[in-house]
Each structure stands twice: as C-alpha cells, then as structure tokens.
C-alpha cells in the first residue's frame, strides 16, 4: 500500500503526486493498489488518473484508519476535460487524452466501519468556477465506484454545467464512442448548492453526459446510485445518456433558485 500526506513516512505529498506517479507507470498496474489518504490534503492543481487496470485488478483510495481527512481542490478554474478529480485522463488541458482506467474505487470509510463517511472532498466556494466538477469519469473508464464519501461543490458559476458532483461523461473521439459503463455511486453525501440561491442556479447531484455525439443506439449502462443523501440547486440526478440504471433508497433534496 501507498500513503498520501503529510507524515514523514507517506509517500507522497498530495493526491497530484500519486496520480503523476500512477500514469507514469508503463503497461499500467500489475497487481492491486491501495491507497491511504493519512492527513488532510490541499489540491492547488486538478488531479487526473489515467492508465491501464486490468480486470483482475483495482486501484482503491481511502483514509487511513482513525483519520477523517478532507481534500480541498483549490484551483479556480478546470481543463478541458471539465473535473476537478479525473478518473480516464492523464491530461486534462486535451479532450483527445481518453485513457482507459478501470475498476477505481474511492472508498470514504475509513478502518473496518463499512458505511462510515470518513471522507470529505470539497472545493472552494468563494469563486465562479466554469464547467465545474468535482468528480469526473471521462470515457471508457468502466466499473468506478465512489462511496462513503462527503461531496461538496460550492462553485458558484451560473451557467449551466457551472457545479456537479460525480459526472460520468461519454466522449466520441475519431469516430469511436468512449463511455462509461457500470458506475456506482454509494453511500455519499452531496452537496451542490453553489454558494448562495441567488449565484448558482444549476448545482447538479449527479449526472451522465457526453461530449460531442455519441453514435447512434450506445449509451451508458448500468449505472447505480443508491443510499445517497443530494442536497442540488438544479437535478439531483440527471440521465442526459443513459441505457438502464439503478437508481434506490437515495434522498434527494432540491433548493431551486429557479425552474
């Protein structure tokens, strides 16, 4: 296992460092990664993870046990691929970097408790930060899992796309479609409020989208949202692209500025 924080032992510093170190890594993983997050980490870059995990393989981020840390993503805008925490890119300033990266769990539970949210990630809620999101799956990135987890967007652009959540976005890309399949979202808090009801009329809770069109007849399949609490100005959850989903036992709240 690795550490992230700022401990002497941990062996890197921010969440940055390890997915730098996670795309450098030539013919992807080679067996599974676990990773502990052992103190609260400042972001001042977007992070994007993007690399080879085969099937027999994950790559899992978590607290270390006793620890409820919180990541505070500082930037105050986004790349091109639109996420403050990317999973399926290693270069967010291009929409062409589509890396295929599977099976990445980010499991906010802390120790042994299976249903603890231990962990908060957040971004600043003091700027208009365009086409903001705070996690984003970007195209054949298949079997993510986010759960346990405190989410909170506070960008307060008013444009639409302007504050999500978890976003799983579908890409066409020189003819070939590039999506998502089999996302879950578990046990997480969210919260999209973006700042006041006045400045962010469109914090969305979850969503699948797509960037440029997809071909005919695809779309994301079986996506699965449950136990979650959403707190959105706009859509709690919004299926722009979708072939079937699961979506249960989630309560969704809902504070529009307007309809």
């Known amino acids: 296992p690795s550490l992230i924080g ?38 001042p870059a977007n992070v994007a993870f993007g690399n080879n995990v085969p099937t027999s393989y994950t790559v899992t981020i978590r607290p270390l046990a006793g620890v409820t840390p919180t990541i505070n993503f500082t930037q105050t805008t986004v790349g091109a691929v639109p996420g403050h925490w990317v999973i399926g890119s290693n270069n967010p300033a291009d929409l062409a970097s589509l890396v295929k990266t599977d099976n990445f769990i980010i499991n906010g539970c802390a120790g042994d408790a299976w249903s603890t949210r231990s962990l908060t990630i957040q971004n600043l809620n003091t700027a208009s930060i365009a086409n903001s999101r705070l996690i984003l799956v970007y195209g054949d990135s298949d079997n993510f899992t986010i759960k346990n987890c405190n989410l909170i967007n506070g960008s307060r652009s008013v444009a639409d796309n302007g504050c999500t959540g978890v976003e799983f976005t579908s890409r066409l890309e020189a003819g070939i479609s590039y999506i998502p399949d089999y996302g879950t979202v578990d ?25 440029g069109t997809i071909t005919s007849g695809q779309a994301q399949r079986g996506l699965t949202v449950r136990n979650c609490e959403i707190d959105a100005r706009y859509v709690g959850i919004f299926l722009a692209q979708t072939a079937g989903a699961d979506i249960h036992d989630n309560t969704i709240r809902l504070d529009q500025y307007s309809v």
Do not use: H, M
Request: glycine share 14%; with cysteine.
């Open 187 to 211: 046990n997480c808090s969210i919260n999209v409020l973006s700042g006041t009801a006045t400045t962010g009329r469109y914090g969305t809770g979850i969503k699948q989208f797509y960037s």
């Open 6 to 43: 700022s401990g002497p032992g941990d062996d890197y510093a921010t969440l940055y460092a390890a997915a730098a170190d996670f795309n450098s890594v030539a013919g992807g993983c080679t067996g599974d990664w676990d990773v502990f997050i052992t103190s609260d980490l400042t972001e």
